[in-house]
């Protein structure tokens, strides 16, 4: 066989890509960020690993011979990050399918189509088991140091869990190709991603809002009822907790699962990725007929027309949609404890106003992001007869408005139960917002739209201060809600972080 | 046409603009009014440099700018009211129909609904782009995109219209259509400056070419005028600004 079609150098082609991705993805493109980047990862993992001591230490010393309350809550803990790592893996699947890159080299190169298909899949696992792996790696570390190596056993149980979301995440995605075609899938395994990441965790907090009125997903899994329900120590639905607890037949039978439904998901699929990856890079020479306005040109202001157009694509990208819908699809739990509290006439408000706050400012960085950078026409917007200040006006008026839409009846319900509680957390909101914004407009680049995904890697400061700005404002929020002067605090963090934003913005040096 | 008979239109007075190295050097440049002016010159020379100060999307560093006796560096409001701009590359928005993208450019420019309304279907009908005129622009040809960018360029009736390589990557057909679009407005009294790498364009379409090297005009008027500057009056538009540039480089 040649040597240029042969599985083995087929998957060093494969992973150097990938290696080359995650390094720009790290360092965005930029050489001399190498070894910020690595320094970066590395007081990550140290501060990851201190969270994880706060967390987990207390677990360290449970074994086998433990009772089902900690056979539930390491289920529980596997099924939640199971939830999430299929949520990323369809995410890299459809991406898969719909990156154009080299299809047209493949296809018409004589190499087995199949075995390039194959290699690619497992590549997408190969990345789905590493970040896994990565991100439970300081719990398992802490648990391992504290309480012995059969802790590391929860590596291969992890690893497994990788394997068999990929698998998962290839079916879901061809069975979406063969159902609805190749125009809907992207969207719609878009939305199912982001509905089976957030599903899990929303799950456990809605029923525990019913059972004990908390937003902790937590009581959920310690309840009597979950306990009572909960199959016997010996049944095989255990089999991953036991592993995590260094049950080594367990294990052995866990890995084994998870590499055979991998493989056979690869060989099962790898036939058809293709053909559906054709089918998809024609997507977007298909025609979307819009529905024809018989109302004319309508009169509008420069400034109404940017804010109308703004709107208009993104109600229209359901890509954007769907990546913005798990930050929205978070606030559903806190609506639900809401309508529960408003209901029984309790007040959990400190409780809802943070997280609505939260997702709030989280919610407009993005959508500052895509309005103030991600511009197409960059160039027709600059030569139009309309001043700079006006368009970032216009710019910043269309997110804020949108934020208001987004977010309106959740202040509405709240103020019609507490005035002073609704209009603290429609405060927040505005002000969590505005920070957003003002940081997007500091480190703003041009950009297109379709980089939004990327949009985390061009500025780290920008991406930090937006999560710890939004963090000090729903803080804020919720010490105000609760009638304590202790807000000036958080506030004057919050302040602190754009003053600091401003300083370092690459515009104003 | 005689020029100089003409308002002026464009005028570029000791304009320089340097990055590395001065890509633009005092550059004196006039274009009348119902002229098609074509710059051509080497990659490098400072075309779309040039272009891109003149609509205001680089302020340059010395020299003044004068668009349609208005000055373009203390207004550039008003003068962006009386510009078009279209590039080489396209850029429109994908999600929007070509119909739609004219409606939000004639909301930036201010323009009467029903005027602007009108000229849009004349456009669109004149660029051929009626039978896709409530389609999305995200599945377009490179062409088509053109087309639906200098429609944009267009619906605000602009007095002149600055564009740089237009007719990059187009076929024939969309080509032809491009051009009788710029004639008719040049015919109705518009001004066109175009940058041009392919000099057959601007010999069959410019009243006047000016050649642009190192940031300079170093030659500047009818075909029949640059032949009288190399002394070879058979020589084809090539061959004239092959001589022209060659010599450039060597007094350079």
């Known amino acids: 066989m040649n040597q240029a079609a042969s599985l083995t150098w087929l998957a060093s082609h494969e992973f150097r890509l990938g290696w080359r991705d995650w390094v720009a993805l790290m360092t965005a493109g930029g050489r001399a960020r190498a070894r910020n980047a690595g320094i970066a990862l590395i007081v990550v993992a140290a501060f990851m690993h201190v969270f994880a001591y706060w967390i987990v230490a207390r677990f360290a010393d449970a074994n086998l011979a433990s009772d089902t309350t900690a056979l539930v809550g390491i289920t529980g803990t596997l099924m939640l990050s199971g939830s999430l790592l299929l949520s990323q893996a369809m995410e890299s699947v459809t991406r898969a399918f719909y990156a154009r890159s080299d299809l047209d080299l493949i296809l018409t190169s004589p190499a087995s189509a199949q075995k390039v298909f194959a290699v690619r899949m497992g590549r997408i696992a190969a990345a789905a088991v590493a970040v896994a792996v990565l991100l439970a790696s300081p719990f398992i570390n802490v648990l391992a140091a504290l309480g012995g190596p059969r802790w590391l056993a929860a590596y291969g149980v992890v690893a497994a869990m990788g394997?068999?979301?990929t698998a998962a995440a290839l079916a879901l995605t061809i069975f979406l190709f063969r159902t609805i075609g190749a125009k809907r899938t992207r969207l719609i395994a878009q939305i199912v991603a982001a509905v089976i990441g957030a599903?899990?965790?929303?799950?456990?907090?809605?029923?525990?809002?019913?059972?004990?009125?908390?937003?902790?997903?937590?009581?959920?899994?310690?309840?009597?009822w979950m306990l009572r329900h909960a199959p016997d120590t010996g049944s095989a639905f255990w089999w991953p907790a036991r592993a995590v607890l260094g049950d080594y037949a367990a294990l052995a039978a866990v890995m084994a699962f998870g590499v055979s439904i991998l493989a056979a998901a690869i060989v099962l699929f790898s036939r058809r990725f293709g053909e559906h990856a054709v089918a998809a890079a024609g997507v977007s020479s298909t025609i979307v007929r819009q529905r024809r306005w018989s109302r004319g040109f309508r009169r509008r202001s420069a400034s109404r027309a940017l804010r109308q157009k703004e709107w208009t694509l993104l109600l229209r990208d359901p890509w954007l949609i769907s990546q913005t819908l798990m930050?929205?699809?978070?606030?559903?739990p806190p609506a639900l404890l809401l309508w529960v509290t408003f209901r029984q006439g309790n007040d959990s408000y400190i409780v809802l106003i943070p997280v609505v706050v939260m997702a709030a400012g989280q919610l407009a960085g993005g959508l500052a992001w895509l309005s103030i950078s991600g511009e197409d026409a960059p160039d027709l917007v600059a030569t139009a007869p309309i001043t700079a200040d006006r368009i970032l006006a216009a710019k910043i008026e269309a997110v804020i408005g949108m934020i208001a839409l987004i977010f309106a009846p959740i202040v509405a319900v709240l103020i019609f139960d507490d005035v002073f509680a609704g209009v603290t957390c429609g405060l927040g909101i505005l002000s969590?917002?505005?920070?957003?914004t003002m940081i997007q407009l500091c480190f703003r680049v041009q950009a297109r739209r379709s980089q939004f995904r990327r949009r985390q890697t061009s500025s780290r400061i920008a991406t930090f201060a937006e999560a710890f700005s939004s963090i000090a404002w729903a803080s804020t929020s919720a010490l105000a809600a609760a009638g304590l002067w202790h807000a000036i605090g958080p506030a004057a963090v919050a302040f602190g972080i754009l003053a600091g934003v401003w300083l370092v913005s690459p515009l104003r040096n | 046409m005689n020029s100089q008979n003409y308002p002026i239109a464009l005028a570029l007075r000791g304009v320089s603009k340097r990055f590395d190295r001065p890509a633009v050097d005092a550059l004196d440049l006039t274009v009348y009014g119902g002229e098609f002016y074509a710059l051509v010159g080497p990659n490098g020379a400072g075309k779309t440099t040039t272009l891109r100060m003149v609509v205001g999307l680089l302020r340059p560093d010395a020299g003044s700018i004068?668009?349609?006796?208005?000055?373009?560096?203390?207004?550039?409001?008003?003068?962006?009211q009386v510009t078009a701009w279209l590039s080489d590359e396209p850029m429109i928005y994908d999600k929007l129909t070509p119909y739609e993208y004219l409606e939000f450019v004639a909301g930036l420019w201010r323009i009467e609904p029903v005027a602007a309304e009108a000229r849009a279907r004349e456009l669109i009908g004149w660029l051929g782009l009626e039978p896709h005129a409530h389609e999305r622009c995200e599945g377009f040809s490179k062409g088509m995109r053109q087309k639906v960018a200098l429609a944009g360029a267009l619906v605000h009736d602009p007095k002149l219209i600055i564009l740089d390589e237009p007719l990059t990557g187009l076929d024939a057909g969309t080509a032809r259509q491009v051009k009788d679009v710029l004639r008719e407005r040049v015919r109705a009294g518009g001004s066109v400056i175009m940058t041009t790498h392919i000099l057959e364009v601007a010999e069959r379409m410019a009243d006047r070419i000016g050649i642009i090297a190192g940031g300079r005009l170093i030659a500047e008027g009818t075909l029949d005028d640059l032949h009288r500057q190399t002394g070879k009056t058979a020589a084809s538009l090539e061959d004239t600004f092959l001589m022209l540039v060659a010599e450039q480089t060597v007094a350079a």
Not at chain 1, 199 to 224: C, E, K
């Open chain 1, 327 to 332: 930050q929205i699809l978070y606030l559903l």
């Open chain 2, 66 to 80: 004068c668009i349609e006796g208005i000055d373009a560096l203390s207004d550039p409001v008003a003068a962006k």
């Open chain 1, 199 to 224: 599903g899990f965790v929303i799950g456990l907090q809605v029923a525990a809002i019913f059972s004990a009125g908390s937003l902790s997903r937590y009581v959920a899994l310690q309840s009597d």
């Open chain 1, 163 to 165: 394997a068999v979301a």
């Open chain 1, 432 to 436: 969590a917002a505005a920070a957003a």
